[in-house]
């Protein structure tokens, strides 16, 4: 059986790669498949290949990410680059495309370590062209070096918002303002959780310098800034529009970089039937998982922010401990040995987690953004669905996600409703009273991403009459 | 809450039927466990085809089609129905001769809907198939719909007319007392005259609690679903020999069936697609059109769906209770049916017998002492 192995490590980002080195020491035959040509996920993206200086300009903490990579090439872990998992079910089956070539993996375990994606937020003009995710751009510049040539402006919110600004600004790039979005009934709600957060009190002075930084260099910081619309022509950006200390402004610009926080890339866990839950704090769907990274299906483990945001850090020590779990599960170790060999890790992650609750609240994204407030906003890109669309089926009697997608096609495009979901579900809460969570998920439906008709033929060549 | 039927399933056949009782007076009540169209009236092909169906099925088919025709009269809204005719391609003389054997039968029958087309023919229609094909049977007024669509339309109809929806709501219990049936149900009782067994791959559990149990089988078939293409084919194939369902919707997409059935745990209402029967059922396109090998599948599902042994439904009064209706158990192919089925239960409660035969579709069909 050529295709199996005892563990599956979806994705070589922080966690995958912890996962990996961990487990690696228990004389398994492991597998890590990830979606890039290199390892290092988002955060330690390039990793390998980054030059000095530019390496220099994205600091210390993403330095960090060389001592996983060194650590992975020494193990003996079967390493699929480039490789896209479109399918993993409860049979342990893996579905994965590699060199144009689909086929199917087994595996008795399998750690789903898929990271983070920038949250999407529809607002009117999100679809022009040059507007775009603050840390899509970021992912350009780390592995091409490609930067943009014009004065831009960012706004949105979220911790990595002032870290992108300075990792631009040490590129050279003329940012021609920050808009910070996150409200300031959000930052008096989050007072009360500084206490604790001061015990990750590094995190804190790395923002305050960010931002120090940033006001240094002569860059103008809006706070408060509502309302936020991209204008244009064509089909193009050429300026926005904004409400800023009671007055409505507008800038001209021809790139609008946008990032309103991450959330957890659940379109695997979502496909294959784990359970998921709205987390009102991180306000995003998250799998149900315990402390070892379980989820509801047997054999199937979760790591890293793919669980819930905590970060680069937590992410190792998360993949840490579910591939302990992993390794508990195929008899190597003992449930006391896993007790003893998680144990610092689980602390560290504990204390990892201490400035999340204050983020979170800080940064939380306002309720006129998350429901789409505005009619016209498409919702769904790749069906073009409007805001006021989904709430007229909602008036009419579809009274959650999944009946707005079969009514009117919301999230069966290409893109599997990764850009809709989150909308959709918070507009028909609002509409309708419900939870968010009773508003519901879309139910996964694969390929998660798509495959030919023709791979899916050749799925099991040998067997072909 | 007491009403004068009450139907147990919200899909498509339990609303169409809401909706006729509804239109000529009735009060009617139906009850669903999640929401309608949940399951196979949510997520089938939507194809609306007459050909090749059981005899048994024509006259009821041929009815349907006349009420899909002018489907917006009934349900202010058409569904989003095209009728670009179904075709059952034959692929080598083994095929042409059962398709031609088909045709003769419906045609001794006295029916003229299925035609056989020559290879000219076939491929003046559907110039993009595999050309290996060597004629076809049709019926050119065939087409389909967009489920969904079609169940919330007869839904809405029905609520305007007067029908209560209860949804998210199951029923446990029936009870009769003095004539009168107690539906226990997760939110409370209800009271009814009549009670119409519409519960599509749940169906058997009333059937059994009514002391009539049946061979249902809840089945999964498969679909797919690709991304946009520019207009290529417009009637909707088939083959003899091959399991394959085929269409392009009228937004480009390319929707694929064929009846492969996904695994199914059918206590936890779970679906898991089977790779390698879908893989199969990818190679089949391939066989009928090649051309199509790097065009992706964005998504694929399968529904829950109700198998009886000889692949028809059960529409019928019940056999051992008075003012007690089935219509279950459609194997795959009801959507086309529902609006007639309507009619047909509607009939059977208000009428006491129905304008079409049904007979083959007798519960009591599968009891032993039932003579064929």
């Given at each position: 059986?050529?295709?199996?192995?005892?563990?599956?490590?979806?994705?070589?980002?922080?966690?995958?790669?912890?996962?990996?080195?961990?487990?690696?020491?228990?004389?398994?035959?492991?597998?890590?498949?990830?979606?890039?040509?290199?390892?290092?996920?988002?955060?330690?993206?390039?990793?390998?290949?980054?030059?000095?200086?530019?390496?220099?300009?994205?600091?210390?903490?993403?330095?960090?990410?060389?001592?996983?990579?060194?650590?992975?090439?020494?193990?003996?872990?079967?390493?699929?680059?480039?490789?896209?998992?479109w399918s993993?079910?409860?049979?342990?089956?893996?579905g994965?495309?590699?060199?144009?070539?689909a086929?199917i993996?087994?595996?008795?375990?399998?750690?789903?370590?898929?990271?983070?994606?920038?949250?999407?937020?529809?607002?009117?003009?999100?679809?022009?062209?040059?507007?775009?995710?603050?840390?899509?751009?970021?992912?350009?510049?780390?592995?091409?070096?490609?930067?943009?040539?014009?004065?831009?402006?960012?706004?949105?919110?979220?911790?990595?918002?002032?870290?992108?600004?300075?990792?631009?600004?040490?590129?050279?790039?003329?940012?021609?303002?920050?808009?910070?979005?996150?409200?300031?009934?959000?930052?008096?709600?989050?007072?009360?959780?500084?206490?604790?957060?001061?015990?990750?009190?590094?995190?804190?002075?790395?923002?305050?310098?960010?931002?120090?930084?940033?006001?240094?260099?002569?860059?103008?910081?809006?706070?408060?800034?509502?309302?936020?619309?991209?204008?244009?022509?064509?089909?193009?950006?050429?300026?926005?529009?904004?409400?800023?200390?009671?007055?409505?402004?507008?800038?001209?610009?021809?790139?609008?970089?946008?990032?309103?926080?991450?959330?957890?890339?659940?379109?695997?866990?979502?496909?294959?039937?784990?359970?998921?839950?709205?987390?009102?704090?991180?306000?995003?769907?998250?799998?149900?998982?315990?402390?070892?990274?379980?989820?509801?299906?047997?054999?199937?483990?979760?790591?890293?922010?793919?669980?819930?945001?905590?970060?680069?850090?937590?992410?190792?020590?998360?993949?840490?401990?579910?591939?302990?779990?992993?390794?508990?599960?195929?008899?190597?170790?003992?449930?006391?040995?896993?007790?003893?060999?998680?144990?610092?890790?689980?602390?560290?992650?504990?204390?990892?987690?201490?400035?999340?609750?204050?983020?979170?609240?800080?940064?939380?994204?306002?309720?006129?953004?998350?429901?789409?407030?505005?009619?016209?906003?498409?919702?769904?890109?790749?069906?073009?669905?409007?805001?006021?669309?989904?709430?007229?089926?909602?008036?009419?009697?579809?009274?959650?996600?999944?009946?707005?997608?079969?009514?009117?096609?919301?999230?069966m495009?290409a893109?599997?409703?990764?850009?809709?979901?989150?909308?959709?579900?918070?507009?028909?809460?609002?509409?309708?009273?419900?939870?968010?969570?009773?508003?519901?998920?879309?139910?996964?439906r694969p390929p998660?991403?798509p495959i030919t008709l023709g791979q899916l033929a050749n799925l099991y060549p040998q067997e072909k009459q | 809450?007491?009403?004068?039927?009450?139907?147990?399933?919200?899909?498509l056949?339990?609303?169409?039927?809401?909706?006729?009782?509804?239109?000529?007076?009735?009060?009617?009540?139906?009850?669903?466990?999640?929401?309608?169209?949940?399951h196979a009236s949510g997520v089938n092909a939507g194809g609306l085809r007459q050909l090749n169906r059981h005899v048994a099925e024509i006259?009821?088919t041929?009815?349907a089609a006349?009420?899909w025709?002018?489907?917006?009269?009934?349900?202010?809204?058409?569904c989003d129905t095209c009728f670009p005719g179904q075709i059952r391609v034959a692929e080598n003389s083994e095929d042409l001769k059962k398709l031609q054997q088909r045709q003769s039968l419906v045609?001794?029958?006295?029916y003229?809907h299925e035609e056989m087309i020559t290879k000219k023919e076939l491929y003046q229609l559907a110039p993009a198939l595999s050309p290996h094909c060597v004629g076809a049977l049709i019926c050119r007024e065939d087409g389909y719909a967009r489920p969904y669509h079609a169940?919330?339309?007869?839904?809405?109809?029905?609520?305007?007319?007067?029908?209560?929806?209860?949804?998210?709501?199951?029923?446990?219990?029936?009870?009769?007392?003095?004539?009168?049936?107690?539906?226990?149900?997760?939110?409370?009782?209800?009271?009814?005259?009549?009670?119409?067994?519409?519960?599509?791959a749940?169906?058997?559990?009333?059937?059994?609690?009514?002391?009539?149990?049946?061979?249902?089988t809840p089945k999964t078939p498969m679909m797919m679903v690709t991304e946009r293409l520019p207009p290529f084919i417009n009637p909707v194939i088939g083959a003899t020999s091959r399991k394959l369902s085929f269409k392009q919707m009228q937004n480009g997409t390319l929707v694929i069936g064929g009846a492969y059935l996904a695994k199914l745990?059918?206590?936890?209402?779970?679906t898991e697609i089977d790779w390698k029967k879908l893989s199969e059922s990818a190679q089949t396109v391939m066989a009928l059109f090649p051309q199509l090998e790097n065009v992706r599948i964005v998504r694929s599902w399968a529904g829950i769906e109700a198998f009886m042994p000889d692949n028809l439904p059960?529409?019928?009064?019940?056999?051992?209770?008075?003012?007690?209706?089935?219509?279950?158990g459609f194997s795959a192919h009801g959507f086309q049916l529902s609006?007639?089925?309507?009619?047909?239960?509607?009939?059977?409660?208000?009428?006491?017998?129905?304008?079409?035969?049904?007979?083959?579709?007798?519960?009591?069909?599968?009891?032993?002492?039932?003579?064929?």
């Amino acid at each position: 059986m050529n295709n199996h192995y005892q563990l599956v490590i979806i994705g070589g980002g922080a966690a995958g790669l912890s996962a990996a080195v961990t487990a690696a020491n228990y004389d398994l035959r492991i597998a890590l498949i990830d979606e890039q040509a290199a390892i290092g996920g988002q955060i330690y993206r390039g990793i390998e290949s980054v030059p000095k200086q530019r390496g220099k300009q994205l600091g210390d903490d993403y330095l960090h990410g060389k001592s996983l990579a060194t650590a992975f090439h020494r193990s003996d872990v079967d390493y699929f680059s480039s490789t896209q998992v479109w399918s993993v079910n409860k049979q342990g089956e893996i579905g994965i495309v590699n060199n144009n070539q689909a086929q199917i993996l087994t595996a008795d375990q399998i750690i789903i370590a898929t990271g983070a994606m920038e949250r999407p937020v529809p607002f009117p003009g999100w679809t022009l062209t040059g507007v775009m995710n603050a840390g899509a751009g970021q992912v350009l510049f780390k592995s091409a070096g490609v930067v943009p040539k014009n004065e831009m402006v960012l706004a949105g919110s979220g911790p990595l918002l002032l870290l992108l600004a300075t990792q631009y600004l040490h590129a050279g790039i003329k940012i021609k303002a920050l808009l910070d979005m996150s409200t300031l009934t959000n930052h008096l709600y989050a007072l009360p959780k500084l206490p604790q957060a001061l015990l990750a009190a590094h995190y804190l002075i790395k923002g305050m310098k960010l931002q120090q930084e940033l006001k240094q260099a002569g860059i103008p910081i809006l706070e408060g800034v509502s309302g936020l619309k991209a204008l244009g022509d064509d089909n193009k950006i050429n300026s926005i529009s904004f409400k800023h200390n009671r007055k409505q402004k507008t800038f001209t610009t021809d790139l609008l970089l946008i990032h309103f926080g991450v959330i957890p890339h659940i379109w695997l866990t979502q496909s294959v039937g784990c359970h998921h839950r709205w987390d009102d704090s991180q306000q995003c769907w998250q799998p149900k998982h315990d402390q070892w990274g379980k989820t509801n299906l047997d054999g199937i483990l979760i790591a890293g922010d793919g669980s819930s945001i905590n970060g680069a850090k937590a992410a190792e020590y998360s993949g840490k401990i579910s591939a302990l779990q992993a390794v508990y599960a195929l008899g190597k170790i003992n449930k006391q040995q896993r007790h003893q060999l998680t144990l610092p890790a689980k602390k560290s992650k504990q204390q990892e987690r201490c400035i999340r609750p204050f983020l979170e609240r800080w940064f939380a994204i306002s309720d006129a953004l998350l429901i789409t407030a505005d009619d016209e906003t498409l919702v769904c890109r790749c069906e073009e669905i409007t805001a006021g669309e989904i709430r007229q089926a909602v008036h009419e009697g579809h009274h959650d996600s999944n009946q707005i997608k079969f009514i009117n096609r919301c999230g069966m495009g290409a893109c599997q409703g990764r850009q809709c979901a989150n909308a959709v579900a918070n507009i028909v809460a609002a509409e309708t009273g419900k939870t968010i969570h009773e508003a519901g998920i879309y139910r996964g439906r694969p390929p998660v991403t798509p495959i030919t008709l023709g791979q899916l033929a050749n799925l099991y060549p040998q067997e072909k009459q | 809450m007491k009403t004068e039927v009450l139907i147990i399933g919200g899909g498509l056949i339990g609303s169409s039927i809401a909706l006729q009782l509804a239109l000529r007076d009735c009060q009617v009540t139906v009850i669903e466990k999640e929401s309608s169209g949940r399951h196979a009236s949510g997520v089938n092909a939507g194809g609306l085809r007459q050909l090749n169906r059981h005899v048994a099925e024509i006259p009821l088919t041929i009815e349907a089609a006349k009420l899909w025709r002018n489907i917006k009269e009934l349900v202010d809204s058409d569904c989003d129905t095209c009728f670009p005719g179904q075709i059952r391609v034959a692929e080598n003389s083994e095929d042409l001769k059962k398709l031609q054997q088909r045709q003769s039968l419906v045609k001794s029958l006295g029916y003229h809907h299925e035609e056989m087309i020559t290879k000219k023919e076939l491929y003046q229609l559907a110039p993009a198939l595999s050309p290996h094909c060597v004629g076809a049977l049709i019926c050119r007024e065939d087409g389909y719909a967009r489920p969904y669509h079609a169940l919330t339309a007869f839904r809405h109809k029905a609520e305007s007319l007067g029908v209560q929806y209860s949804t998210d709501n199951e029923v446990y219990r029936l009870n009769k007392l003095d004539n009168v049936w107690e539906v226990r149900t997760q939110k409370g009782e209800f009271k009814a005259d009549v009670i119409v067994n519409c519960a599509g791959a749940w169906a058997n559990k009333f059937a059994e609690i009514l002391g009539e149990g049946v061979p249902l089988t809840p089945k999964t078939p498969m679909m797919m679903v690709t991304e946009r293409l520019p207009p290529f084919i417009n009637p909707v194939i088939g083959a003899t020999s091959r399991k394959l369902s085929f269409k392009q919707m009228q937004n480009g997409t390319l929707v694929i069936g064929g009846a492969y059935l996904a695994k199914l745990d059918f206590q936890q209402q779970n679906t898991e697609i089977d790779w390698k029967k879908l893989s199969e059922s990818a190679q089949t396109v391939m066989a009928l059109f090649p051309q199509l090998e790097n065009v992706r599948i964005v998504r694929s599902w399968a529904g829950i769906e109700a198998f009886m042994p000889d692949n028809l439904p059960v529409i019928s009064a019940s056999s051992t209770e008075k003012n007690v209706y089935h219509a279950f158990g459609f194997s795959a192919h009801g959507f086309q049916l529902s609006p007639i089925i309507g009619k047909i239960i509607s009939q059977l409660i208000l009428d006491g017998k129905s304008e079409l035969p049904i007979k083959a579709f007798d519960i009591r069909r599968f009891l032993r002492s039932f003579p064929n």
